[in-house]
């Protein structure tokens, strides 16, 4: 992988035939904040991520170690991302399948990643509108395995690093894959968990938020969003991606034998990479 993929080349880029419905996202509700996370399967593990859409371009976002392995090597050379959205019949869903070639987007300068503050994004489609009609080109290294009539929706509502407010409530939505037992029918691993928590606090030295909420491994890359209280009622923004957790040290010496046992804990922390760095790489 080129070392130089936070650069911007200019290519020609190839769109597929394939155009679907775009429906906005109504951040304000709940219910479609459900079909904001993303299943994010390499060749060694999984992660979670979220579409985002800027203008008239919408992307693919996750953290930078979900994708890649090393700051110039990809995991895989090709992702499989898994959504869903609602169905027609009123409480269901169904299932939004693409195999991304992420090889051949960094190879046409369509990846960017800050593996500093742990941030990719991948330009999936062009978005237009006709006859009122909004729809999306995808580009050529986007391909459907399961393709539904009614496309999918992206997150716009956005609130920046300095504007995120300390003990707001803050929802996570992932694919948590390191809990439970696999082997135990407690947990459906293809659908999204959500965790409720606060935004504990800022490390204004790094620029990230930091949440009063479990994450674990899965979780990466997943969208983290702010509840704003507004007259109409809750307002859902997205405020970053889970990045990591913060452990705790558990540290136990036989004084005996003068042996330390070191026990890394998770502490119930986790790290929040906020929008701005998403919004830089899309410049």
């Not at 155009?19 to 399967?41: E, H, I, K, R």
């Not at 459906?188 to 959500?194: A, M």
């Not at 899965?218 to 991606?241: A, M, Q, T, W, Y």
Request: net charge neutral.
């Amino acid at each position: 992988m080129s070392s130089s993929f936070m650069k911007s080349r200019n290519l020609t880029l190839g769109l597929c035939a394939v155009v679907v419905f775009c429906f906005p996202s109504a951040l304000g509700q709940t219910g479609n904040l459900m079909y904001s996370p993303v299943l994010v399967n390499v060749s060694d593990g999984s992660g979670s991520g979220f579409y985002f859409s800027r203008g008239n371009t919408t992307y693919f976002v996750t953290a930078a170690h979900v994708v890649m392995s090393n700051p110039t090597t990809l995991r895989s050379p090709s992702i499989t991302l898994t959504s869903y959205l609602p169905a027609r019949k009123r409480g269901s869903s169904q299932m939004v399948k693409i195999e991304l070639s992420i090889g051949r987007a960094d190879t046409l300068g369509e990846l960017k990643a800050d593996v500093i503050h742990d941030v990719a994004v991948v330009r999936i489609s062009r978005d237009t509108t006709e006859n009122g009609v909004g729809r999306m080109y995808f580009l050529s290294y986007v391909h459907f395995v399961i393709n539904p009539d009614t496309g999918f929706i992206s997150s716009s509502a956005i609130t920046p690093f300095e504007s995120a407010i300390v003990t707001s409530d803050a929802y996570l939505f992932g694919y948590p894959s390191a809990i439970g037992v696999p082997n135990l029918p407690q947990l459906d691993y293809t659908q999204p968990l959500i965790r409720r928590g606060i935004i504990a606090g800022k490390n204004y030295a790094k620029k990230t938020i930091i949440i009063d909420c479990m994450v674990y491994p899965g979780n990466s890359g997943g969208p983290v969003f702010e509840i704003d209280e507004v007259p109409e009622g809750k307002s859902f923004r997205l405020i970053g991606l889970v990045s990591e957790f913060i452990p705790f040290e558990d540290i136990w010496v036989n004084q005996r034998f003068g042996i330390a046992n070191h026990q890394w804990l998770n502490s119930g922390y986790g790290v929040v990479v906020p929008v701005d760095f998403m919004l830089d790489l899309m410049r």
